[in-house]
């Protein structure tokens, strides 16, 4: 890092040195972005950097709401809306217990770059709950999103700030939060995204992050003259970017042979193909947040507590959640000679772990480049809202193609001309950070 950097980043520890999700990606962008600073004074001259790592507003607010026995629940609510000078605030809400104030900072400035890297018009921001869908009736979850609306909507709108899904939002919490939106303003506009496709939603949505993981994928193998036909993944969750992949991967020709949950991981030497991938499906709306119920269903090898990096592959693709894989799962994709490691998850590599990957013989694909698929099919989404049109299944999947090719070759023109050929995590961060600086210089103070 340089002076400057160290400076900035050694600030934001003294003043929030609770929020320690927010520093981890704070420091992960800073790692790359020295000599661009270098090379402009005018980033520092303008203290850019501390302008990006405090955000617009910040917003945390208290969510009641009835449970089906008639009592009062209460939970916090959060909306960060981080940078917005290339188009509207656009990133998605996360309903899980573990959301904080710093997951979502932490969440939200990574998807400043990953927005930027898109090319298209939109800004950085992210939202959520500590609220956790799991294990509760439609009815309350209802509740719960109809009370969340009543203040989120005070902060939002088609050209303000965008909402999405993220973990524990799905395209039933979209709908009430919807319905309730809609109500209140009088108004059908395209204030989210991931709606239903009878009313106002895209084709591809809910397998677009997947898609575009593996279409990222699929360009970094043609920089080493190959291919994913005939390739054995590893894949960790089961979600939306878990399915996507998986779909991906089976249609191009390889072969995913893991899935995870929080409570092991499932070994299918077989691959995950056919009923198996409709299967997964079942899993998520079955509320029950396992893997094991795959390996009892098709009788395969089930580990318990463990994480599916030490089983051999060529591609891993850890799309289960942040900090899931961490400097001895490195080790061992490492040992076992994986040729790609692509991220779906937001953050899913510690940073020791990420560290020792990118010293590494594997090609590493950071979240920011990869897993932009999602928010570009959002925007898509919001594009077809403004015109009150939908596009086909396969116009949506050809311009999904040609935005994540657009972020590879971004990613991969920057490294080269650092000299950092092929270090994709230094060419997405340096890419999207300028993107991002060089619009807040030309719009000055905002």
């Known amino acids: ?23 981890q990606s704070v420091s992960e962008v800073f790692k790359s972005i020295a000599p661009v600073l270098d090379s402009n004074r005018e980033y520092q001259n303008n203290r850019i950097l501390e302008q990006l790592v405090e955000p617009d507003r910040s917003i945390s607010f208290r969510v009641p709401w009835k449970d089906d026995q008639g009592r009062v629940q209460v939970n916090t609510g959060h909306r960060v809306q981080f940078n917005n000078v290339l188009g509207p605030y656009k990133g998605g809400l996360r309903f899980h217990a573990s959301v904080t104030l710093s997951i979502i900072k932490c969440l939200g400035f990574e998807q400043i770059f990953k927005n930027a890297l898109t090319g298209l018009r939109i800004g950085g921001g992210k939202g959520g709950s500590d609220f956790n869908p799991r294990g509760k009736s439609d009815n309350e979850i209802m509740n719960f999103c109809q009370s969340f609306m009543l203040e989120l909507s005070r902060h939002i709108g088609a050209n303000i700030d965008v909402p999405a899904g993220d973990i524990g939002v799905g395209a039933r919490e979209i709908g009430y939060l919807f319905g309730m939106y809609r109500r209140m303003n009088k108004s059908f506009e395209g204030v989210l995204t991931g709606k239903g496709i009878s009313w106002g939603g895209s084709y591809l949505r809910p397998e677009a992050t997947g898609y575009g993981v593996v279409y990222f994928a699929e360009e970094m193998l043609k920089n080493i003259d190959d291919n ?36 092991g991981f499932i070994h299918d030497p077989d691959g995950v193909t056919g009923e198996k991938v409709e299967y997964m499906l079942k899993l998520r709306l079955s509320g029950n947040d396992i893997v094991k119920d795959y390996a009892d269903h098709f009788k395969v090898k089930f580990y318990p507590d463990k994480r599916p990096w030490i089983i051999p592959c060529d591609i891993a693709f850890p799309c289960a959640t942040q900090n899931e894989l961490d400097i001895d799962d490195a080790k061992a994709l490492v040992k076992n000679k994986v040729k790609l490691l692509v991220e779906g998850a937001n953050l899913p590599v510690t940073l020791e772990g990420m560290e020792f990957l990118e010293n590494s013989d594997i090609i590493y694909g950071p979240a920011k480049a990869c897993n932009a698929g999602g928010v570009a099919c959002s925007c898509f989404e919001m594009a077809q809202n403004a015109n009150f049109m939908n596009w086909t299944e396969n116009e949506v999947d050809h311009r999904l193609h040609q935005v994540m090719k657009h972020i590879h070759d971004q990613c991969w023109e920057t490294s080269c001309e650092f000299n950092k050929k092929g270090n994709y995590v230094f060419g997405a961060n340096v890419a999207g950070f300028r993107h991002v600086a060089d619009a807040m210089l030309d719009q000055g103070l905002s």
């Open 228 to 263: 994913i036909d005939g390739k054995v993944v590893a894949v960790s969750g089961f979600g939306n970017v878990s399915w996507g992949v998986v779909k991906k991967v089976n249609e191009l020709g390889g072969k995913v042979i893991t899935l995870s949950g929080p409570d």
């Open 1 to 23: 890092m340089s002076t400057y950097t160290n400076n900035v980043l050694d600030m934001l520890k003294g003043k929030y040195p609770w929020e320690k999700e927010y520093i």
